[in-house]
Every structure is written in structure tokens, then in C-alpha cells.
């Protein structure tokens, strides 16, 4: 296939799988990202790139029904752009410069007849993300062997070969087929933009803490909204009214709602069965808002109440806690704060495990990191500096008893240690069942008589 039909391909595929409009944040709850802080975030990447260019694409459409109100964003090339763009690509440093060229499909008045309005390539999306070159992504075609640079053969040809990221599997392969004969092959940008994210800017810590206080009230609403006969599919239903109300345009992950046999399973999300007195019910939750999710555990007894063996396990649990909250602070790694978790775990269990430590009941690691994914890009060695954010979840989980217990909190690590985000929300037997006595606010019927 010619390049320039391999471009039209592209093109195609684009317009006719995905005529959903294209918007920035602007109306969402979050609203935009400032164009100064796009610009600061193209500006780190520039850095890296070392002289190569970059080209990243939107995510994929998702079908061929007019109707896509729930379009997400790539993470990517929401972070360095700021826009819902189904169908559009970004070129950094294209040959060798600093250029900065944002490709969008032209509007398309019939499909807007379905979908509203579009945002076409021109001023309005230049002001919104701070790049001055906008232009129709049917350009792009013939624009990208001047991006290429020294691509195209000759002994140049490798030395400077393009990173690339692709919202969708299949702009890489359009993409791969539209490089000039001799290109070498793409590399992935992931790991730069990994590196990148790893570190949160202060527009991102404000869409995390946003995300992080909308899932404490949902935890809140919950317990009290929960009695034995509850459904764990009401209490899901609970949760992510309290996080819609609040903002959130959707959950980070499928919300986790495990009463008794359940709480064992560490992503039960099926969310089928009824709550029965003298469960524990295990709630790992994420609202996501403006595109950063929060990530909270609780567990609670489903009557209000827990038994003195439960409360016992409960402690231990926020023991092995505490021991790995004071690993988090700038030079140590995820590595130290699981030691530290577990350490606490073979020492501290007295008899509650029988005649060994009730370490061997923890069957996950306890910290990931998080941010725009509930477990975000970044290798998990990487030492802990400042701005990073990440989880600190011990969980202990007895099938023999149907009893799981797991406290998940996220930490943002500070100049001088740390900061629990989710600290507002309480952690501790004796507040959670007074919080469980009282009225709901945000859901007032359907659940309690
Ligand atoms: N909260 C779900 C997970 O960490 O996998």
C-alpha cells in the first residue's frame, strides 16, 4: 500500500469509527488543564527526547455507534495536551526542532448532527493546549517526513529514529507503514513518559486530592447505609452515586464490594452477594476525577460491630501499616516499605495465626503507584522523591474464616517524608463503627427502614 494510502487509512479509520466530538476538559467537573501547565509537561519531555522526534496518537474509537460520551482519553496524550481528540496525533520535536504540531480532524457537519459540536483544527484548540501550529490531521500524511528529519536512508537513517505512543494498537501499525523507506523502526515513548508521571505537578495533586476526598465520602456513605441483608451491588450503587454527585465522571477501577467469603478475593468485583451479621466487608474503591483516580480501602463489620477476633486481626493490620508508613519518605523504595510491612507481620502476630506469624495471610505487595492509572506507570524500584505518589494497602485474608482484611491509603511522598491524602477518613475500629451509626447524608432511601 502507498504511504498516501496508508495516511488516508489512518485518516479514515479515525472520522469514520469515531465521529464523537472533540472536546478539551472545558465543562467537565475538573474543567481544563491550564495551557501553561501542558506547555511545562511538553517542555520536560522536550528535554528527553535528545534531538529525536515524538509522535503520539489519541485512543482508539471504540466502535462504530454515533454515540461515545464516555471517550477516554489516552493517558499520554491527555497529559501533554489536555484534549478528548479521538482521531488526533501530536508531533514533538519534529526534525530535530522544537516544534510543537497538534493534528486534529477537520469538523464534519453530519456526524456533528449526531455527536454536537466538534472542535476542528484552529485557534480555539491552540488556545486551549498552548501549541501554536494546529492542523488538520489529513496534513499529517504529508508533513511526516520533514518530522523525520534525517530519516529516509542514507547513513543517517537510525541515528535518530522517532519515539512513538499509540492510544491504540492499530495507529502504530498505520503509522509504522507510513515511516519513509529506510526509517528505523519506532521506539516506545513509554518509558520517558513514565518517568514523567511518576512525579505529579501541582495541577495533577489537585485533581488527585479531589479524587481521593469524593472516594472517602463514598467509604463514609457506606458504612452508614450498610446493615446485614444489604446487597453488595446497593452498597456499589451507594458508592458511585456519592462519587457521581461529587464530580466524578467514572470509577478508576471496577469498584471491589467483598462481604465475608468474599473479602478474601483480592478484585472481587462481581458484587452479588448479601451482607450477613458477623461478616467483615472489604471496599477498595477509586473515583476517578479529571482523569486521576484515588485508590481507598476500608474494611467493616457488617453489623455495625467488630467481634473481638476480627478487632484483634483489624490491629495487626494497621500495625504492619504504620511500620510501612515509615518507610515513605524521599531515598527509600517499595521494596523497603513491603520489608517493613512484613517484618512487623512475622514479629507481631502473637497467637492470632496459631503457632506461626500471620505474615504468609498478606498475599499482595502492599504499595503501587498511582495517579491517571489505578496502578500507574513507573518502575516500581525507582526511589521514592517527592511528588510521587503511591498506596500502602496490608491485607490480611483467611479463607478457612471467610474473613479478609485490608487498609489502603495514598501517600504522596514529601520533602521531608510523607503526606496519607486519605488521612481524613477513618482508620480506626472504634470510629468506624461510629460513623456506621450514623444517618445518611447523600443517600436517603432504599436502604435502611
Ligand atoms: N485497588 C485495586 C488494586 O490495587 O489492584
Redo the contacts with the bound molecule.
Sequence with gaps: MSIRKIGSAVFTLCLVLSPGSILAQEGSPAGSVPPEVLKARRQRLLAELNGAPAILSSAGPRGDYAQDSDYREDNAFFYLTGLEAPGGWLVLNGGGGEAEVLYLPPRAPAAERWTGPQMGPGPEAGALTGITEVRSAEALEEDLPLWLGGQGGGEEAGSNSPYGSFGDPRFREALASLLPEGASAIRPLAPLMARLRLVKDAEELERLRAAVEITCEAHRELWRVADPGTAEYELEAALEYVFKIHGAERVG?PS?VGSGPNSVI??YDKNRRSLEAGDLVVV???AEYGYYTA?V?RTFPANGQFSPRQKALYELVLGAWAAGLEMIRPGSTMADVNRSVRDFLETRSGDLCGGTSCAPFLIHGVS?WLGMD??DVGENRTPFVAGMVL?L?PGLYLPEEALGIRV?DDILVTETGHEVLSDALPRSTEEIEAVMKEAPIWVNSGFKD
Design positions: 477501577f471491589i483480592l478484585h477498595d474503591i477509586g485508590d480501602t503501587h489505578v496502578h498506596t494497602e489502603e
